[in-house]
């Protein structure tokens, strides 16, 4: 039973008595409101979550940050060893020439690749240290590595008894965007990169699909966001891909973002780069292969689909820490109690599973004013904090605050304990409630042109970033399309896989089509 | 109760009528006696951990290889976070001037730096790709992060209350080395490097030896390595470093591997970078540093402290697998049967836990001859495999091939799973003393020059790389001493934190002294 709880009043003259820190309205400035861009720059830095490095481009992942990336990566990697693949490692270098091979592969991103080009440095005319020691052949810093994989499958694979081959590689990629913003769009990022290599065209679809759904599973159940499942459009294709499915998600500026992709390659790589193999009859077939990636920019779309105006609010099974422990005492004979109360409650939380992990809790300890304290962990997003003092040992309660509610309470510690894994998917599953919420607040069915473009259109010119949502449209992939959309900035986000296979009339063009579109504007 | 089975019979039958392989002696050729290092490489392709890649120097890290490495990753990132450290993620690129800050460490790297001069490709003149966009700067990329993680660390610590900074990171790193060996060198590794600040000496230098404390831990107790911790001299000291610890591993052709190191920085970087803080009475002090790390390189000192002629041995908690069951059928009804139990016991299996994690097992039911299936798990290393036919199923029993031993054995089902994890304990524990008795029949306490020279000459001209093995002497770390050693190509491999102070005379200066030193060729 839940109890507002006497020692509130102790806590509100504590407060008064021990802090000269005012509640703030809002730890964060600005408001989502008022500026989201620069509220998403502010909630990165509130949680202390990663920061700008004097390299052009790149981010420094802090802790909390690296945390959050640590927990993403152990859900997956399970995810993807239980669907059959293994990890590998491959060369962080690609030889121009392989990037070469694939012609539209090249293309995408010959403008953003950072080239090594010599492999030492040696004393200047001008005293400092120049590069010396040219390379024969430039190398890449792999931007994705479709190729140098690609190289060693064709080595890899020489009959079908060597198929299917299913790796993955967790690593850093690098790509020389020139806007950049920390975890969204950074000139080096960590990602994984499936790679598949397959005998047969429907199980090369089969597999792109399957981790398509991964992806969708990982980020509704464990991320908490929900998301569309689709095939991206013609213009918005993986260089070099077939078929490009995605998972999108909206932030809450009503943007859409783009939170992983599943590439069907068909065989355009497995004929660039000779991937052979004799079949059961003794021919010779090329193969069909497979890639699929999510990246840092996962902890991107997390930020923007919970935080508040007061911070991070991270879902219980993305928490680095699910909950903090915070001890309340005046002098030194309190504290002695009090400590141990709260290290014997770390050390019992500690035994507690939650989906498969053990429950992570800590005792900031740290001698800090109260009111420093809580907000530090608001605003890094911790799920549970958890206060007690010398009253609540007498009565053997605690005082509860959860990050997805304004009020604490306290409790009896024995059903806080026994509770806990229950309160934590409590608030997993209403930060999906709400997110799903608001996709479905702003996403409109439009069938008329003038009312796409309105839908598109800010009311309010002071807020230029704020429009409508997602607009689902029966359309027709076709450049005359892709022209009409990009005035408004607007692009097709992707043709869900869900479809009703009625008629009706694409927006941009009038032709009759059964397809359905969602169409946003994107990170 | 272990006992001889009558399916070896059975067994023997079915491989006489159904396998055309012939047992081989040895399954690696050559063995270690005849050439060990190219035995080395042939262990390596048998076992299938990693491959020379087409980028000079770099390798490909296969399944099972990386299989290896992410149970290094596990365990030592459960040891890092339980002394206090967290995991964060800096740039790959390091800024020539950054490199330039510390003057021994640039001279240190200089002359191996993979340098970045560009940001794009654009077509050539000749119809090929070439570099373009000079950047104003060359990026290196990052040989180790002192420098990038020192400047983070600049603005990071303020105040006495910002420390200790207890970071650590895995990543990859490039040395540009020229002569390689997959594992023991190569121009990219994979490594985690620990970084921290404190505000006294005494505390960075405890912090040092601790993880120096954590590695030997990790090498004897994970690996079944036996390790010698100590301080390296003067002329092998990390660039920068005032001290650098390190553990020495035995090989089994006598050399010495450096298995890991741990550096005390003193302020050297600290004053280079302005890692300064405010202590508690107000004046400024410079932070003290340390740096500390373990590479892919342990991979190669796994495979050389305990492989033999027929490939891999793996300590059961180094191994990605411990247990492979392998079905033996003759007709599909005995298939379905056999399959079914196996499937059984592999799930069963899966419930157990070894050192906190997972027992690893897995059917392999891929349709191979029975001797081949075999040898193909005896080359990986697998520390147990067990066969189950349909006799085993009358009987409720299995055929244990142990990886440490020649020969197999039956034993009811019920026992091989209630004794498993002690057998995986035994199996690890025997593979360490094996070690540590090579190790001690291969040292030898030596006192005159005469004797020194002769320990590591070559008895066998056809055998060049056969030494003596490890010589502890009395000696003096001075120029001199290094001199005397360069013809013998012998290094001093640490002065052994474990001395017994009593006095000698130096056996290559003739000084008294109290220090004794390791010395051996080495990796």
């Given at each position: 039973?839940?109890?507002?709880?006497?020692?509130?009043?102790?806590?509100?003259?504590?407060?008064?008595?021990?802090?000269?820190?005012?509640?703030?309205?809002?730890?964060?400035?600005?408001?989502?409101?008022?500026?989201?861009?620069?509220?998403?720059?502010?909630?990165?830095?509130?949680?202390?979550?990663?920061?700008?490095?004097?390299?052009?481009?790149?981010?420094?992942?802090?802790?909390?940050g690296y945390g959050i990336w640590e927990n993403m990566q152990r859900v997956l990697d399970r995810m993807f060893k239980d669907t059959?693949?293994?990890?590998?490692?491959?060369?962080?270098?690609?030889?121009?020439?392989?990037?070469?091979?694939?012609?539209?592969?090249?293309?995408?991103?010959?403008?953003?690749?950072?080239?090594?080009?010599?492999?030492?440095?040696?004393?200047?005319?001008?005293?400092?240290?120049?590069?010396?020691?040219?390379?024969?052949?430039?190398?890449?810093?792999?931007?994705?590595?479709?190729?140098?994989?690609?190289?060693?499958?064709?080595?890899?694979?020489?009959?079908?008894?060597?198929?299917?081959?299913?790796?993955n590689?967790w690593?850093?990629?690098?790509?020389?965007?020139?806007?950049?913003?920390?975890f969204?769009?950074?000139?080096?990022?960590l990602w994984q990169?499936g790679?598949?290599?397959?005998?047969?065209?429907?199980?090369?679809?089969?597999?792109?699909?399957m981790m398509l759904g991964v992806y969708a599973d990982f980020a509704e159940n464990v991320m908490a966001m929900p998301v569309i499942k689709?095939?991206?459009?013609?213009?918005?294709?993986?260089?070099?891909?077939?078929?490009?499915?995605?998972i999108e998600a909206?932030?809450?500026?009503?943007?859409?973002l783009?939170a992983g992709?599943s590439?069907?390659?068909?065989?355009?790589?497995?004929?660039?780069?000779?991937?052979?193999?004799?079949?059961?009859?003794?021919?010779?077939?090329?193969?069909?292969?497979?890639?699929w990636g999510v990246s840092t920019r996962l902890i991107g779309a997390l930020i923007m689909s919970h935080s508040?105006?007061?911070?991070l609010v991270l879902p219980p099974r993305m928490a680095p820490r699910q909950?903090?422990?915070?001890?309340?005492?005046?002098?030194?004979?309190?504290?002695?109690?009090?400590?141990?109360?709260?290290?014997?409650?770390?050390?019992?939380?500690?035994?507690?599973q939650y989906h498969g992990y053990r429950v992570e809790?800590?005792?900031?300890?740290?001698?800090?004013?109260?009111?420093?304290?809580?907000?530090?962990?608001?605003?890094?997003g911790?799920p549970?904090?958890?206060?007690?003092?010398?009253?609540?040992?007498?009565?053997?309660?605690?005082?509860?605050?959860?990050r997805d509610?304004?009020?604490?309470?306290?409790?009896?510690?024995?059903?806080?304990?026994?509770?806990?894994t229950?309160t934590l998917d409590e608030i997993q599953n209403g930060l999906y409630e709400r997110a799903l919420?608001?996709?479905?607040?702003?996403?409109?069915?439009?069938?008329?042109?003038?009312?796409?473009?309105?839908?598109?259109?800010?009311?309010?010119?002071?807020?230029?970033?704020?429009?409508?949502?997602?607009?689902?449209?029966?359309?027709?992939?076709?450049?005359?399309?892709?022209?009409?959309?990009?005035?408004?900035?607007?692009?097709?986000?992707?043709?869900?896989?869900?479809?009703?296979?009625?008629?009706?009339?694409?927006?941009?063009?009038?032709?009759?089509?059964?397809?359905?579109?969602?169409?946003?504007?994107?990170?």
């Open positions: 039973m839940i109890c507002w709880h006497p020692d509130v009043e102790y806590r509100f003259i504590n407060f008064l008595l021990f802090s000269s820190i005012p509640m703030p309205k809002n730890a964060i400035s600005p408001t989502r409101q008022k500026d989201y861009p620069e509220w998403y720059q502010q909630v990165v830095k509130a949680a202390d979550l990663a920061e700008n490095s004097p390299v052009r481009g790149c981010m420094i992942i802090k802790p909390w059959g693949h293994e990890n590998a490692y491959f060369p962080v270098f690609i030889p121009k020439s392989f990037l070469e091979k694939e012609a539209e592969h090249v293309d995408g991103f010959a403008k953003e690749c950072a080239v090594v080009t010599h492999h030492r440095l040696e004393p200047g005319p001008d005293g400092g240290l120049v590069p010396a020691g040219e390379l024969e052949e430039p190398l890449i810093v792999r931007p994705t590595s479709e190729t140098i994989i690609g190289d060693a499958f064709s080595r890899w694979v020489q009959s079908y008894r060597d198929l299917p081959l299913k790796i590689q690593a850093n990629v690098v790509r020389w965007e020139m806007r950049t913003r920390l969204l769009r950074t000139a080096e990022f990169e790679h598949t290599a397959h005998a047969t065209k429907q199980e090369a679809l089969e597999e792109t699909r689709g095939e991206k459009t013609a213009g918005e294709r993986f260089p070099g891909a077939d078929v490009t499915y995605s909206m932030m809450q500026d009503r943007k859409a783009q992709t590439h069907f390659l068909g065989q355009n790589f497995s004929k660039a780069q000779e991937i052979k193999f004799q079949d059961a009859e003794g021919g010779e077939s090329f193969a069909w292969t497979t890639s508040d105006d007061d911070g909950v903090v422990i915070l001890p309340i005492f005046k002098n030194d004979e309190e504290k002695a109690k009090v400590m141990e109360a709260c290290k014997a409650l770390d050390k019992e939380l500690k035994t507690l809790s800590f005792v900031d300890d740290r001698d800090l004013r109260g009111g420093e304290k809580k907000w530090y962990h608001v605003k890094r911790v549970i904090r958890v206060e007690i003092g010398p009253r609540d040992l007498e009565k053997g309660s605690v005082f509860v605050g959860r509610q304004p009020k604490s309470y306290g409790i009896s510690q024995a059903e806080f304990v026994s509770t806990l229950d919420a608001m996709r479905a607040e702003h996403t409109r069915s439009i069938k008329s042109w003038d009312k796409f473009e309105k839908f598109f259109t800010p009311k309010n010119k002071d807020q230029p970033e704020i429009h409508g949502g997602f607009a689902e449209c029966y359309f027709v992939d076709c450049p005359e399309t892709d022209e009409k959309l990009k005035p408004l900035k607007v692009t097709p986000r992707c043709i869900p896989l869900d479809q009703d296979n009625e008629e009706g009339y694409c927006v941009f063009t009038g032709q009759k089509t059964k397809v359905k579109g969602i169409f946003g504007k994107s990170y």
